[in-house]
């Protein structure tokens, strides 16, 4: 059978209950998952800077986000910048004022800390070098997941950011269990893991067996 698990906005953990119990005997496999876009970046706090004025970038999910958040800040009635990004050509035009970068965003968009006013720059930007993410995780209580180098750990699939679920297998149930738990988990390429926030409705399906 499949269950269809829905969530709603915010921390992405279900709880299910079922109306017959499952066992040990019983696996679950992933067969579709409906997640928006796996961030990019997180958070920036006073990253650009324009005549001592500090602006802030809010997390994103791709480079066409960070590209719409940049072109739209403005100091004043003047624009700071104009930005395009197209497939892979990052360009960033300063506006009449000149603008400096943090550091660890000037080495993210591969520009100079220093912008000179009416001065434009490029780059090539690619989402799979510059994400600070490697995936989803997918995580079923009592499940008998993935090896992690000590025991079974819960996660019973990894979802990149182009979705692809193919290689998802089943995972066998530690015991008996009453409801399906279901965990959406960010993993980023540190390895670092955290509970995930959904912005918006989300929902996936299970396979049970």
């Given at each position: ?10 921390l992405?953990?279900?709880?299910m ?13 992933l067969?579709?998952l ?7 970046l997180?958070?920036?706090t006073?990253?650009?800077t324009?005549n001592?004025?500090?602006?802030d970038i809010?997390?994103?999910?791709s ?9 739209t ?17 990052f360009e ?15 080495a993210?968009?591969?520009l100079?800390?220093?912008?000179t ?10 989402e799979s ?13 009592g ?5 992690d180098?000590g025991d079974?750990?819960e996660i019973?699939?990894k ?9 998802a297998?089943?995972h066998y149930?530690?015991?008996?269990a009453?409801?399906?738990e ?7 390429r540190?390895?670092?893991m955290?509970?995930?926030?959904a ?11």
């Amino acid at each position: 059978m499949i269950l269809d698990v829905t969530g709603a906005v915010g921390l992405a953990a279900v709880e299910m209950p079922l109306l017959n119990p499952l066992s040990s005997e019983n696996s679950v496999r992933l067969k579709y998952l409906h997640l928006p876009d796996l961030p990019l970046l997180d958070a920036m706090t006073g990253v650009i800077t324009v005549n001592s004025e500090d602006f802030d970038i809010p997390a994103v999910s791709s480079i066409q986000e960070l590209v719409n958040h940049l072109d739209t800040l403005v100091q004043g009635a003047n624009r700071v910048c104009y930005v395009w990004y197209n497939s892979h050509e990052f360009e960033l035009c300063a506006g009449t004022q000149a603008i400096t970068l943090n550091a660890a965003l000037a080495a993210t968009l591969k520009l100079p800390v220093t912008l000179t006013a009416n001065t434009c720059y490029s780059s090539s930007l690619y989402e799979s070098s510059v994400s600070l993410y490697s995936h989803y995780a997918v995580a079923v209580a009592g499940a008998r997941g993935m090896w992690d180098g000590g025991d079974y750990d819960e996660i019973i699939a990894k979802v990149r950011r182009d979705g692809d679920i193919s290689s998802a297998h089943s995972h066998y149930l530690r015991g008996s269990a009453n409801a399906i738990e279901v965990r959406i988990l960010t993993v980023k390429r540190d390895g670092t893991m955290a509970e995930y926030t959904a912005p918006e409705i989300w929902s996936l399906g299970l396979e049970v067996v």
